[in-house]
């Protein structure tokens, strides 16, 4: 499986912040499990244009419901999830990963 780059929610918070003029709303659904281990969260962004984007970043935890080594946790999957979905709507979000 291809392991997501880490993205720093701190990061992430600033750009929106450059961009919260153009965001009418960020939703984020609550994590679902599709087994007893993995596991996804959605988010979708709206624009004041009315146009959205919605995406998925996924998650994976032990049994005992810790994060596995090398895997991203829930808040880290829903920081994506929204990265996501502002890249999909065009917004330059390569910053946020370097």
């Known amino acids: 499986m291809k392991q997501l780059p880490k993205i720093d929610s701190n990061q992430v918070l ?6 919260q ?33 919605q995406a998925l970043a996924n998650f994976s935890l032990t049994k005992e419901g810790k994060l596995l080594p090398g895997e991203i946790s829930i808040e880290e999957a829903e920081t994506t999830a929204i990265f996501r979905a502002l890249s999909y709507l065009g917004y330059e979000t390569e910053a946020l990963t370097h």
């Not at 281990?37 to 984007?53: A, E, M, P, Q, Y």
């Open 21 to 53: 003029l153009d965001i009418t709303s960020i939703e984020t659904e609550p994590p679902v499990m599709l087994t007893e281990v993995i596991g996804f969260i959605r988010c979708k962004v709206t624009l004041t244009d009315n146009r959205s984007s």
């Open 14 to 19: 600033q750009k929106l912040k450059q961009i």
